[in-house]
């Protein structure tokens, strides 16, 4: 079951918020309906989260009650490794076997493939986070099972994220009882997002798709690039359409969730792109493996092997495959070049140089992360890189760039950058929530415009209808 689906939007979702909000049992009902969810999807293997939560659930206790140091790291780290372990199994366990078979003689190993559970990647964050925060101090230990288990399962965050720290919500999750201030907010969060998967990214999806997969020794230069053009806007409406949706459905259960995206594409380096995709997995990476690895505080050479390990992580993170290592090695190649010298030669340049180079150098590294293997990535990028084969298009071109795939390509680029919110500031739209002070890590209500209720319905309706004359699409996060 997914967000963007007739059977969440209207039968999953009212009959869960009506046995939410009429029921006095609020981690209860949450833990039940987001249970119930995750078994829609993926049925036994809620028992391995389960168990996941059980173990880290009781760990996080003994941590809490142990005073020695050297035990309490142990603790944290048999945690750690359970946690990592189970993630490694399911989700690198062939590539390694795989990769170990071609440098070692001998006997084969056994290449085991399973099905990856779903947001698996996601909670074995989610529980490493909340361990280390529960070692360091800086969240109170959870002693309610059924509140911890309902953190964990929360089903709008539970299956592609943001990942979410329990320090961000623990307060709500004790709150005497659910907020309503923000179910305005949060619908309108949730018709964004919908909008954004289903008008834009759908949209967009098979222009990508054909290029992507048409035989590259035919593949000319335009549609390469029109190809890799519709997947730049694919992955970040499908993504941040996700998140939005997420945003939204916690307000309507009275939690706030962080920010997960800040308009990347206008971004004017890829240091500043980092700070912009993905929030929530980039600070969790700084802040449980840059930063404890020693950040850029011991020299040069350290903050060097430290950018490398976090980004070989952040790829492999996404997916068992070199394409993904490559992806992320190449971003922090780049990382590393500005920390070291192009920083400040972007610093002198032009705004818009500035915004083409990190636009190029993200659009070439979505081909990595697009193509099926690396060997097609690098030829993929050569046909991109010869301008001789620009023409004759694509036969197939006029096929799939129909009417919809046009608009959707032409209002997604204009919709990556922040024009909504400037058109609804210059006309004075009310701001959604009144100004109130920050909080540390959570969204900045204050700063949302209220869309009008006309625009809102429309864009709901619309949506509606090309999900129900559509074809099952997941998201693609659940893949990684």
């Known amino acids: 079951m997914v ?265 004017q380096s890829v240091t500043d792109f980092w700070r912009r995709w993905h929030m929530s997995l980039s600070s969790w990476f700084r802040d449980y493996v840059y930063i404890p690895l020693g950040g850029n505080r011991n020299g040069l050479g350290q903050t060097v092997r430290n950018l490398l390990i976090v980004f070989f992580l952040t790829g492999l993170w996404h997916g068992a495959a070199w394409r993904f290592i490559v992806w992320g090695l190449y971003h922090g190649g780049f990382l590393m070049l500005e920390r070291f010298g192009l920083g400040r030669l972007l610093d002198r340049a032009p705004r818009v140089l500035r915004h083409l180079y990190a636009l190029l150098v993200v659009m070439v590294g979505w081909v990595f992360f697009r193509a099926d293997d690396l060997p097609r990535a690098l030829a993929y990028l050569a046909q991109m890189a010869q301008p001789a084969r620009f023409f004759p298009p694509d036969a197939a071109l006029s096929v799939i760039l129909d009417a919809q795939t046009l608009t959707a390509l032409v209002a997604g680029t204009l919709f990556a950058a922040p024009l909504l919110p400037a058109l609804m500031q210059r006309l004075r739209a009310p701001r959604a929530e009144p100004p109130r002070p920050d909080l540390p890590g959570r969204l900045e209500t204050r700063s949302v415009h209220a869309l009008p209720i006309p625009l809102l319905a429309a864009g709901f309706v619309l949506s509606v209808a090309l999900l129900v004359g559509s074809t099952l699409n997941p998201f693609l996060y659940f893949r990684f």
């Open 3 to 267: 967000f963007s689906s007739v059977i969440f939007i209207f039968y999953f979702l009212p009959v869960f918020l009506l046995g939410y909000y009429v029921s006095g049992w609020r981690a209860g009902a949450l833990l039940v309906g987001s249970a119930a969810f995750y078994v829609w999807g993926e049925g036994g293997y809620v028992f391995l989260l389960l168990g996941l939560i059980g173990l880290n659930y009781a760990g996080s206790l003994w941590l809490d009650a142990t005073a020695a140091r050297r035990r309490r790291l142990t603790i944290l780290a048999a945690l750690i490794v359970a946690d990592f372990a189970v993630l490694g199994f399911f989700k690198y366990s062939a590539f390694l076997a795989q990769n170990l078979n071609h440098i070692l003689p001998g006997s084969p190993l056994p290449e085991v493939h399973q099905r990856l559970p779903l947001g698996i990647s996601f909670f074995t964050f989610q529980l490493v986070s909340y361990v280390v925060d529960v070692h360091r101090g800086s969240v109170k230990v959870e002693r309610d099972p059924m509140r911890f288990a309902a953190y964990i399962l929360m089903f709008p965050h539970l299956i592609a994220g943001p990942i979410v720290r329990y320090a961000d919500i623990r307060d709500e999750m004790h709150a005497d009882r659910r907020k309503t201030g923000h179910i305005g907010l949060g619908v309108q969060y949730f018709i964004v997002g919908l909008c954004q998967k289903a008008l834009i990214a759908n949209a967009v999806a098979p222009l990508a798709d054909h290029a992507f997969s048409a035989d590259l020794l035919g593949l000319n230069a335009t549609t390469a690039w029109l190809g890799v053009w519709a997947y730049t806007l694919q992955i970040y409406f499908d993504f941040c359409g996700y998140s939005n949706m997420a945003i939204g459905l916690a307000f309507l259960l009275g939690f706030t969730f962080p920010k997960n995206f800040d308009y990347p594409y206008i971004a």
